[in-house]
């Protein structure tokens, strides 16, 4: 569900922050807080902690707060450095424990204004039941330094409730893309932008996906609710799944996905209900490009007036080498419209889903809570989760799909495009606020009782009649109206299969094939119709290779190593909605690649793709924009090492008489940032042969399993 690799914005605002910025260099180190004084807080809490047979923690306390105390200090126990990383990423002080690599994370920081916004809004606009969360799970971190000596940074100490609720406002919009918005503006080829001629999203990344999907009692062969939770996100790193189970005396009872730094499951399952999110693309960021004053007064034109805007300095402290540190400012302005940057000598200004918003950790709580229906709708209702698809199913049976987003309240001007650069002058084509839940896509208990989203449009989410229709819809609302390999299948799979077995919808999720629909796919094959009378011997082999090929990308497949060496670059393009790169000057390369490092061009497809940590090396189907989501980058070697797509996956099935069983799989394990544990790839093999292991939810079963129980 979130962006680029382990970076937030793009490296190309490190140059700009040295031209743009002042600087200094200091030789003073952070002076380090003794940690020994976080040694009694695991008095205030009651927690146990028990670890299942794959080291997953099954987190047992009396109240809420003392489960999320123990969620922190078990994660912390799998993958301390990752979240050390987080909490100082959201600080804004990740350069100066990095280097100037984590400078650009650092300035979105300042510019998104995050520790104003937590400083002002923490006390009265987060709720006291969601700062106790909050504040318990900074407890369990301090108490993991303080037990474990020597791990921390100085910079670390002490965490605070105010961290994590911040958290949530810096890297939720992140998940929409803003960052790359964010980005473009300052390459200068966001769209409407003199000179512009590259699209916004020019930059590689990991990709972020996810599918979910819901089947309510009548769309399956024995009458169960099932629910399939399946991001896809890169497979190390700050937004790489941690899973956990959780239950408290108070009423909450979930396991599923986790990222460092958060209190809560982010999505899974319990008892009452669970749910998937999927990443989508609303049009959620708008940047007016305004006039400032010609003699330098902090003013701008504001319907043919000078409106007065502020100043602010983003100050950016990088780590050099030793004691010393580099520190950089970069001033921001405050306007109507939202902060503003110069840029190459111009203003922009840019409003953004998720400004200032303070209620995401409250929302998630309630949404973690929530025993029906009605309770979900009312966590989503509140309006102050910036983005994401929440794909659901309850133990009752309603099953729907939302398609959640802030949308900005816009005004209807004829001929003004929301999604290119926009006139700063006038305060007319500025409204307050978002709209409401009521106004977004949803698609709730369709008629084929089957719901699904794989980061495509919602206008696409059953299999028959229910889903939302663009005309309800206006442009400026900026629903996205794409769709995916992934969710074409789903609909044709899904359509085919109905009622759905529990083996039929193993099955389905385990896809690997490329839709004949595809545009991708319909692209190559019509190239192949015609190949040109210039092409050597090896490249009309390559030819009839590819003829031969039908989608797929099972292990033994002799095709899929080129034909998806030729496929992803158009997938890339059709999903930028840019022309599909030809088709004839890429084969010689891809012929080349495949004979010179695998000795033909036709390697069974499990020898190319890889799934790899440490000293285990395994074959591992599926690929981009496939159900089975599998996305690669090249090793020494010449194979494709899986570093996103698939990594966390749960079935979770309620049988209608009480019964909520759950199955699982990791991409590697438990244990993320441990090397030496055995848990840190002891999932690989499962994962990769597609198996999911029962999750034990009765504590007798889990007892009967448990690696290690710790009591705090």
Same mark, same amino acid.
């Given at each position: ?146 037990? #474990? /000596? +020597?791990? !921390?940074?100085?910079?670390? =100490?002490?965490? @605070?409730?105010?961290?994590?609720? *911040? ?125 400032? #004053? /010609? +003699?330098? !007064?902090?003013?701008?034109? =504001?319907?043919? @007036?000078?409106?007065?805007?502020? *100043? ?401």
């Amino acid at each position: 569900m979130m962006t680029t690799k382990t970076r937030y914005p793009v490296a190309l605002l490190v140059p700009a922050l040295v031209v743009w910025g002042l600087f200094w260099i200091v030789a003073t180190g952070p002076k380090p807080v003794p940690a020994d004084r976080y040694l009694g807080l695991a008095d205030n809490y009651d927690v146990e902690i028990i670890r299942d047979d794959y080291g997953v923690p099954h987190i047992y306390g009396a109240r809420d707060v003392d489960v999320a105390f123990g969620l922190a200090f078990a994660h912390a126990e799998d993958d301390f450095p990752t979240i050390q990383d987080v909490v100082l990423a959201t600080r804004g002080m990740l350069a100066a424990e990095k280097g100037a690599s984590a400078a650009p994370a650092d300035f979105l920081v300042g510019f998104m204004d995050v520790k104003r916004t937590v400083e002002e809004g923490y006390a009265t606009k987060v709720s006291a039941e969601a700062r106790a969360l909050a504040e318990a799970y900074a407890d369990g971190i301090n108490h993991y330094v303080a037990t #474990h /000596p +020597g791990e !921390a940074s100085n910079l670390l =100490l002490p965490v @605070k409730g105010e961290d994590v609720v *911040a958290g949530f406002t810096f890297k939720t919009p992140l998940f929409y893309g803003f960052d790359k918005e964010i980005s473009a503006l300052f390459a200068g080829t966001y769209p409407g932008m003199p000179g512009t001629v590259r699209p916004k999203e020019e930059e590689e990344s990991l990709p972020v996906g996810s599918q979910g999907v819901a089947l309510a009692p009548k769309a399956t062969t024995d009458g169960h609710t099932r629910l399939l939770v399946n991001s896809h996100q890169p497979l190390t790193g700050p937004v790489a799944w941690y899973e956990a189970r959780v239950k408290s005396e108070e009423g909450w009872d979930m396991v599923g996905g986790t990222f460092p730094g958060a209190p809560l499951i982010l999505h899974g399952a319990g008892p009452a209900l669970g749910w998937a999110n999927t990443v989508n693309k609303p049009d959620l960021v708008d940047v007016f490009k305004i006039r400032r #004053h /010609p +003699g330098g !007064a902090l003013a701008y034109t =504001l319907d043919n @007036k000078w409106a007065p805007m502020t *100043a602010r300095t983003v100050p950016i402290r990088v780590k050099l080498w030793g004691p010393f540190y580099w520190t950089v400012e970069r001033t921001v302005y405050e306007t109507l419209f939202g902060p503003a940057v110069e840029v190459n000598g111009a203003y922009y200004a840019v409003r953004f889903a998720g400004y200032r918003e303070l209620g995401m950790l409250d929302a998630m709580y309630g949404l973690n809570k929530a025993k029906d229906k009605a309770d979900f709708e009312t966590a989503l209702a509140r309006g102050s989760l910036p983005s994401l698809n929440y794909v659901m199913a309850t133990a009752t049976g309603d099953v729907a799909h939302y398609y959640n987003a802030q949308f900005p309240k816009r005004p209807n001007v004829p001929g003004l495009d929301w999604q290119k650069l926009l006139p700063g002058d006038r305060s007319s084509i500025f409204v307050e606020g978002y709209e409401p839940f009521s106004a977004t896509p949803k698609t709730v208990n369709p008629e084929s009782g089957i719901v699904f989203n794989a980061n495509n449009s919602p206008y696409l989410a059953t299999t028959g009649a229910g889903a939302p229709v663009p005309d309800d819809f206006p442009a400026r609302l900026g629903v996205q109206g794409n769709l995916t390999n992934r969710a074409l299948r789903l609909n044709r799979l899904l359509t085919l299969a109905a009622p759905v077995s529990p083996e039929a919808f193993r099955e389905i999720k385990y896809d690997k094939i490329f839709d004949p629909s595809y545009p991708p796919l319909v692209a190559l094959r019509t190239a192949l119709l015609e190949p040109p009378v210039w092409l050597g011997v090896e490249e009309r082999e390559g030819v009839d290779l590819l003829r031969r090929w039908r989608g797929g990308t099972a292990l033994d497949d002799r095709s899929a190593a080129l034909g998806v060496a030729l496929l992803y670059p158009m997938i890339k393009a059709w999903e930028a909605d840019e022309p599909m790169p030809e088709v004839w000057g890429r084969l010689p390369v891809a012929l080349n690649y495949l004979v010179t490092r695998f000795g033909r061009m036709d390697p069974e497809w499990g020898e190319v793709s890889r799934l790899r940590r440490g000293g285990i090396d395994l074959p591992i189907a599926g690929g981009p924009d496939i159900l089975r989501a599998v996305y690669g980058e090249r090793d020494a070697d010449g194979r494709m090492r899986d570093v996103a797509g698939d990594s966390y996956i749960l079935f979770a099935d309620w049988d209608g008489k009480g019964g909520f069983t759950a199955h699982s799989s990791h991409s590697f394990g438990a244990a993320a940032g441990r090397p030496d544990s055995p848990h840190h790839t002891d999932q690989m093999d499962m994962f990769a042969r597609e198996v999911e292991r029962e999750v034990p939810l009765d504590r007798d079963a889990l007892m009967a399993e448990k690696t290690s129980s710790t009591r705090l």
